[in-house]
């Protein structure tokens, strides 16, 4: 399979430079994937495409402040870092600075006096790399140092004050990403509380957004692509009032292309289980969904693992139709974007 099947035409100025005024004032697409159909609407009208007994997973990942920015201690040359995880060998880090870098360079933090060494490259991509202060932790470095993550075609990743609030979910709890589950953006604490009105229960799973949710595919042909592991879990808890939720005729609505990963994670084995683990599943055109029976997602990239899972879901005529016409509508795209649903 080819992944120029998968490019699109996108004026560059329907990329979302930024959020909505309010998170729930995004537009809908919705589709259809029986009748390949569509409708627009805002995104308040998601509660008409849902019914009582229907059950809706999201992503309770949250967003660290994962870039980090400083100077090479040898040369003063400029350095961006984005911290990915601790790992048994130091922090793994996405490294950007002009010429090659060694191991055994240092880097000084902005803001601080805080020096990282560079330990070695990975054969995956990103540096080892440790803090000289071996008392010094991710996370307190982050919080004092760090910005929000937000991707390359937003502002050229430049964060503004607004970022560390909309660039995360209301009901983000578990700190580990370096990206937002962005279909959870739309969500205000008014729509979830109508959501409960209307007896649609929400579930929670956890996946860490890391660069294997982001990385572009570069290699011509699909299968030739590796997806990184991340991190999810399905909760004993969740799995069973799922399993509750179809016995009782209702449908599972993931809240996201993360979600949807997590729950055919744990789904592996035919039917859905408890499962804490890393994952790597790629999901492309032909995957059989166990888990799934409707996706409320954002409009992706092109030539992007996350619109090989749409396409997958949907079918890839169906989606690639819908997305020239939300072009046409002027839809804003990407992270920051608008939304569609898949039913």
């Not at 399993?243 to 809240?255: E, N």
């Not at 499962?275 to 995957?287: E, L, M, Q, R, V």
């Not at 992706?300 to 749409?310: C, F, K, N, Q, V």
Request: charged residues 25%; aromatic residues 8%.
């Amino acid at each position: 399979m080819r992944i120029d099947r998968f490019d699109y035409e996108l004026p560059k100025e329907l990329i979302a430079q930024q959020p909505a005024a309010e998170r729930d004032a995004a537009r809908l697409l919705v589709l259809d994937r029986r009748t390949q159909r569509w409708q627009h609407e805002n995104f308040p009208a998601l509660l008409k495409y849902l019914k009582p007994g229907d059950c809706l997973v999201v992503n309770d990942t949250k967003v660290m402040p994962a870039r980090l920015t400083g100077a090479r201690v040898a040369t003063g040359g400029r350095w961006e870092g984005l911290f990915l995880e601790r790992g048994e060998r130091g922090w793994e880090m996405l490294c950007k600075t002009r010429g090659a870098v060694a191991p055994g360079e240092r880097i000084r933090v902005d803001g601080t006096k805080i020096e990282l060494e560079l330990v070695e490259r990975t054969a995956a991509g990103p540096w080892m790399v440790r803090p000289v202060d071996s008392s010094v932790e991710p996370e307190a470095l982050m919080e004092a140092a760090g910005k929000t993550p937000l991707p390359p075609y937003i502002r050229d990743g430049k964060e503004s004050p607004f970022d560390r609030e909309r660039y995360q979910t209301v009901y983000a709890e578990h700190p580990g990403s370096v990206a937002a589950p962005t279909a959870g953006l739309h969500f205000t604490p008014k729509v979830l509380s109508e959501l409960a009105e209307a007896k649609i229960d929400v579930a929670r799973v956890t996946l860490h957004v890391g660069i294997g949710t982001f990385l572009p595919i570069k290699a011509e042909n699909v299968e030739d692509h590796a997806m990184h592991a991340e991190r999810c879990e399905v909760s004993e808890a969740t799995a069973e009032k799922l399993k509750a939720t179809r016995a009782a005729g209702g449908r599972i609505v993931a809240v996201g292309t993360t979600a949807v990963r997590a729950l055919e994670t744990a789904a592996r084995g035919g039917e859905l289980a408890p499962y804490s683990g890393s994952t790597d599943i790629f999901i492309t055109p032909g995957h059989e969904f166990r888990a799934v029976d409707a996706l409320l997602t954002n409009f992706h990239l092109p030539r992007s693992t996350l619109l090989l899972l749409a396409a997958a879901f949907a079918g890839e005529d169906a989606v690639l139709a819908a997305y020239r016409e939300a072009v046409k509508r002027k839809y804003r795209f990407f992270s920051y974007g608008d939304a569609m649903l898949i039913v």
